[in-house]
């Protein structure tokens, strides 16, 4: 039996040695993904505004940061890290400023106003439109909320979703998915590790506690008769 739990100790050591070893691999993949993340996100160079009070900033004011904020957290119901927002590196290189990025470009989009002109009248749903410049609010309305065959709805939706604002957010995307993806790789290569060094205590354990008796055991000795 204690031959038995000593190998089973040895076999558990090594398995926990193989478990540590795959973790420590996956920590050093997860770092160059890091460190290729911080080197694209550099090149770009794209930067949050924060004010003295380390307050975040959109044109100048917090009321406008406030409003992105509540679209990120209330609308879109993004789980806000907040030290992730850090003053002293305000370059977007993290899950969540990658969403507030993304929250900004969509913020003023869904709050901002298209001019249509309509080169000559138009008639739609019993409704003449003559021509002329047109102010038409974007109202809080994304892509797919728009009436692409109103005269008025439907230039106004491609000139507010443009090509060039959907792929921002779909490049934002990309970058909250990549930086969400490497904070997972890292919790996993920790959890590997930390499972590898359990099996590795456990095996140790068993080989020391059946290691070979070292302390002497007492001789008992009859008693001397005293005369």
């Avoid at 904020?69 to 879109?76: A, G, Q, V, Y």
């Amino acid at each position: 039996m204690i031959t038995r739990l000593k190998r089973l100790g040895i076999v558990l050591a090594v398995i926990g040695i193989a478990f540590v070893a795959a973790g420590g691999f996956a920590f050093l993949k997860t770092q160059e993904g890091y460190r290729s993340l911080n080197a694209f996100s550099a090149a770009q160079n794209v930067k949050l505004s924060y004010n003295d009070q380390g307050q975040l900033l959109d044109r100048g004011e917090t009321a406008g940061a406030q409003a992105i904020m509540s679209l990120l957290k209330n609308d879109w119901g993004y789980p806000v890290v907040a030290s992730d927002l850090n003053p002293n590196d305000p370059i977007v290189n993290t899950a969540t400023e990658y969403m507030f990025q993304m929250a900004t470009v969509a913020h003023h989009t869904l709050t901002g106003t298209q001019t249509v002109v309509l080169t000559k009248d138009a008639e739609y749903k019993g409704k003449v439109y003559a021509a002329g410049e047109y102010k038409v609010p974007v109202d809080g309305r994304y892509f797919s909320q728009f009436d692409r065959l109103s005269p008025l709805d439907g230039p106004a939706r491609d000139q507010a979703w443009s090509g060039t604002a959907q792929a921002i957010i779909g490049e934002l995307g990309v970058g909250t998915a990549t930086a969400s993806a490497l904070q997972l790789a890292l919790a996993m290569s920790a959890l590997i590790a930390g499972l590898g060094l359990t099996f590795l205590l456990a095996g140790a354990g068993l080989v020391w506690a059946t290691r070979p008796e070292t302390v002497p055991v007492p001789v008992l000795r009859p008693a001397t008769v005293m005369g």
